[in-house]
């Protein structure tokens, strides 16, 4: 996609992002302009895939006097360097085509896998007088706008390195270096203003790389947390668009997408649930792990994962978020067990699974008995305590959607383990451990409470009953033998008339007097409207199961289910070439929360290559 955007507005209006395989990343709009506390051209992940710090956040050029930059400063735009700006697009890297009199400028970003550093390199067509480039830095944590720390520079012709709470070094291969401190005041982020965040900050500018211009040339920056010289930027950038353009996936436009999830957590591997700001979560990483690992044939990497979070299991809890080793979740388990099946279903490595058997034995022992915060009651079901499922935004310390009780889709997420966990047993040849099959008799016997016939679908929760229509049931709809060929249609009615949008499903009925239509305002607002009505695309995954196992797999229905999946290939919301998070339950449904969400891009992709089976 080539973009040509004519105003500020339309050009802040699109963000691309470039990852290093660690956490770390680059990342704006399509004109370069920062726009959020969370853009910049390196953000490092010191500890990978954590304690992510912004180091470098823009580099401003000037050709000749004309400055190619855009900043927003309080009510107004300056410099307004879109207006030299030719044309934008990714291919495999975001590219920058600049046109300043008769001289042409491409400028490319790009960043070594496994490596804090980023290339930013341009190519100059009849270049003529002069280009000067000025780094602008900081060193914060990347999650907030803040104020600016002392930085120590020692300069070099060729660069210099800053000095802070963190190392950063700046060199190039051609420019020279003019140390020049100078620090800028000001600079404001729309978007989290927008969010209700703090949104303005200043930056600090150590000097300039300066080039003599005559004809055609090119060049690089090279800006890192981890090198003390200059790199061979040519063969980095080759090698990174070389890796890139080899990645596969049903869908090959979002190869790329699913590939920015993978992350290097200690000796092992991690998923990342989306970008800016999400850490490594266990219910996000095992919901993503099928669609981002296993429909792209990255079966070593899905081992590494699924290794990862194994190690970090207690007493058969999976956690929630890695990287802060918090277990508040139900479900997470749960889909550690649908994952590995998954795996297995993939790989058929019958030998990977045995090692995790033990684990696989840990869920089902601590789901099998009543225990803190959730475990299993006396009619086979899980019970769990407010706010351990998906749908866990809290306002000021209260959950907004608490559904405290037996939830629909833990509880299908549990039969469908339990029928699993018998099929590996008697594959791996194990005892048959817990006794698998009476467990799931018992569950599918209970399970019948869940049907409300007044609505023509399950209840929410149950125990006590909530009849609230969410998208929580299809789920239900997409396990074998739980429910009725019947029961699954009228779910599958149900969803498509109150909850189904172009973008994915919406959380909450519009019908329902606490539907919030709209994502927006501060995070109060924003958090109250999360699981009340927003739509959310990964849930377009099991809506495309259920469809398809409601309907039967012909070439009609596989085709419908590719029109249903279309509007989000359109790749063309906030983020290019990725899905975001979240869109509005009304329309227009505008995007929200993360540009890129791991579980997004994974169950449109997994959804996509089962209807081509």
Request: hydrophobic content about 35%.
């Amino acid at each position: 996609m080539i973009l040509r955007p004519e105003s500020y507005e339309e050009g802040t209006s699109r963000e691309w992002l470039v990852t290093n395989g660690l956490g770390g990343y680059a990342g704006a709009t399509a004109i370069g302009c920062n726009t959020r506390a969370y853009h910049g051209l390196l953000v490092a992940a010191l500890t990978p895939p954590g304690n992510r710090r912004l180091l470098l956040s823009s580099l401003d050029e000037e050709v000749n006097g004309q400055k190619l930059a855009n900043h927003k400063y309080p009510g107004v735009v300056h410099p307004q360097g879109f207006r030299y700006l030719q044309e934008f697009w990714i291919d495999p890297i975001p590219r920058f085509c600049y046109q300043v009199g008769k001289t042409s400028i491409e400028k490319t970003i790009s960043m070594v896998n496994g490596e804090n550093t980023t290339i930013i390199s341009y190519k100059i067509h009849n270049g003529q007088g002069k280009m000067r480039v000025f780094p602008l830095v900081h060193s914060r944590n990347f999650h907030a706008a803040s104020e600016l720390p002392e930085i120590r520079q020692e300069p070099g012709i060729d660069g210099t390195v800053l000095q802070s709470s963190t190392r950063l070094t700046l060199f190039s291969d051609r420019a020279g270096y003019v140390p020049e401190e100078t620090i800028y005041y000001n600079f404001e982020y729309e978007e989290e203003q927008r969010r209700g965040l703090a949104g303005r900050e200043n930056l600090f500018s150590p000097g300039y790389f300066c080039l003599e211009l005559s004809g055609d040339t090119n060049f690089a920056i090279v800006a890192s947390n981890w090198r003390t010289s200059m790199a061979d930027w040519k063969a980095e950038k080759k090698k990174e668009e070389t890796r890139l353009r080899t990645l596969v996936a049903p869908v090959p436009e979002l190869a790329r997408a699913a590939d920015a999830f993978l992350v290097k957590r200690g000796n092992s591997s991690s998923l990342i649930a989306g970008y800016h700001w999400f850490d490594d979560w266990g219910r996000d990483a095992m919901i993503a792990l099928p669609g981002l690992l296993l429909t792209t044939g990255r079966f070593k990497d899905a081992k590494s994962v699924l290794k990862s979070f194994a190690s970090e299991m207690i007493n058969g809890v999976l956690p929630n978020d890695l990287g802060a080793r918090s277990y508040n979740t139900v479900d997470a388990s749960l889909w550690f067990i649908r994952a590995v099946w998954s795996y297995y279903h993939y790989s058929s490595d019958l030998e990977f699974v045995g090692q995790l058997w033990p684990r696989l034995l840990e869920v089902v022992n601590r789901y099998s008995q009543p225990g803190k915060d959730f475990g299993g009651d006396e009619d086979g079901l899980i019970v769990s305590g407010p706010a351990f499922t998906w749908m866990d935004a809290r306002v000021d310390g209260r959950p907004v959607t608490p559904r405290a009780g037996k939830c629909c889709e833990i509880n299908a997420l549990w039969y469908f383990a339990l029928d699993r966990m018998e099929t590996l047993a008697e594959a791996l040849e194990a005892p048959g451990g817990p006794g698998f099959s009476e467990r799931k008799e018992m569950v599918l016997q209970s399970y019948n409470r869940f049907w409300n016939s007044e609505t023509g679908c399950l209840y929410d929760v149950i125990d006590p009953e909530d009849a609230s229509i969410r998208p929580n049931q299809i789920f239900a709809a997409t396990v074998p033998d739980l429910l009725s060929l019947t029961r699954r249609k009228s779910i599958l009615e149900v969803v498509t008339r109150d909850l189904l949008t172009p973008y994915g499903l919406r959380t909450l009925s519009p019908r329902d007097p606490r539907y919030v239509g709209r994502y927006e305002g501060d995070p109060r607002q924003r958090d109250g409207a999360y699981h009340q009505g927003s739509v959310w695309p990964w849930l377009l995954g099991p809506y495309i199961d259920a469809y398809l196992s409601a309907n039967g797999r012909s070439d009609e229905t596989r085709l419908k289910a590719e029109v249903i999946l279309g509007p989000l290939l359109d790749l063309n919301a906030s983020g290019i070439n990725t899905i975001p998070e979240i869109f509005d339950g009304d329309q227009p449904q505008r995007p929200g929360g993360c540009i890129a969400q791991a579980w997004s891009v994974a169950e449109v992709l997994r959804a996509w290559a089962e209807a081509q089976k």
